[in-house]
């Protein structure tokens, strides 16, 4: 299906003292993007396990533009790259209307929270993710 | 001088559904760990514009270690690497006891705000920088 | 007009330990149905000078029903009461589906920001406002 | 004992775009006392039930004096009133140096979580709670 758009709302309070909104408050703008992939959408699919069972262990995050606020939400799309047996990245582009704003990828590591252990990616889950499949990515 | 160790309280409310602190809370940790550097200390050695002149270009954190809530604060150890004339990098060790938990850098650009661009480091600003040079960094 | 209606997205990082959007998020909800009406429809209607001007003095909240995270956003109903020369207060409800989950309401101040001190509601604004007048609230 | 003292630091993003630390900070600030007495000290005095078997009712805040960021953390003075069977309030008191900046109290009332319903207060929990009565709040 290639990539997932969420249109993520951003809040008065994420901008700081300079107008801007702040660096942190995009880790939250992503976070917003997977868990409505992973888990509204996989829920939605049968697959239940990615939301609660996958965490993160890396972020790059590269910010092109500052972004002003505005009760218009930013765009962003939302992929998946080196799909492994326990890992992948999802990938990111965030769009302030036209203006790539923010670009930026995580680790996803699947996780067993009871056994606090990384265990391999489900048949279920990979061929979700995979559906998300695109190794594009400009670095 | 080498390292900045700089103590950063939890909240309670950085923890997540899951009980563990929230990735995104780290950013602000790094964030308060630049501020307690780069605006008090500075300023108190007189160089008053690289907190309100300088931006972040881009991050990168790696997740070692979950982090439980506790009243007793992180160590954050702060310093600074590939210093050039119009950035460096910030680069941290997140350590909770003595568990290295998180470890990440973050790309810092002298911004002129007014005239809404790029700018170079000045001479007071390079010389309080080099105080924190380190170029150690564990990929 | 009578109640301005808005509707609030929440996050996944709104929810505590418990499970449960926490009580402070609410606050920021609440800011959000403000900016709404006071930021972008009262500048829209030609009186930009609400949302910048005017600051926080006392909040109410009553917590009715624990709410738990979802991708549909919750109804916020925002409206006008006491308006007076240099003060009124802003009351909501807060509408999970169809259960009323918390009512509140904000004594908001006309503030000059750069004398530092506070100032009487203009015309303008205050004809604003009175399009939102309802001095119903269930105390 | 009389009233409870805790430190409260403030963070960096707390502020808004108007330099104040934030209306909403506030109630995390609050939170962190609540915690800081009734999670870590009640807890260190074998009552460990009130902070995860509390629920917050209602909030009442007052803004007395705007905030600015600083190193230095706020001083909340935070006491118990009006120790009822299945319910109490827990009144606050900021310091911003000397000055008395915000006012608060908050209605508590034990929650049996798994059952999902109000309980009373354990004869425990109300001994540790009554160790910081103080009927005195300034309406």
Not at 1 to 21: A, F, K, L, N, T
Request: hydrophobic share 40%.
């Amino acid at each position: 299906m290639g990539r997932h758009v969420y249109w993520c709302p951003m809040r008065w309070s994420d901008m700081d003292v300079q107008g801007h909104i702040n660096n942190s408050a995009f880790m939250v703008y992503l976070e917003q993007a997977r868990i409505d992939l992973f888990f509204g959408h996989a829920a939605a699919a049968g697959v239940g396990t990615i939301a609660q069972g996958v965490v993160v262990a890396r972020h790059e995050i590269d910010y092109r533009r500052p972004v002003l606020y505005s009760a218009q939400p930013l765009r962003i799309d939302l992929w998946c790259r080196q799909i492994k047996g326990a890992s992948f990245r999802a990938a990111y582009e965030i769009y302030d209307g036209d203006v790539l704003a923010v670009q930026a990828q995580t680790l996803c590591v699947p996780y067993d929270l009871e056994a606090g252990r990384v265990r391999r990616l489900s048949p279920a889950e990979r061929s979700f993710i995979e559906q998300y499949l695109d190794e594009q990515y400009l670095d």
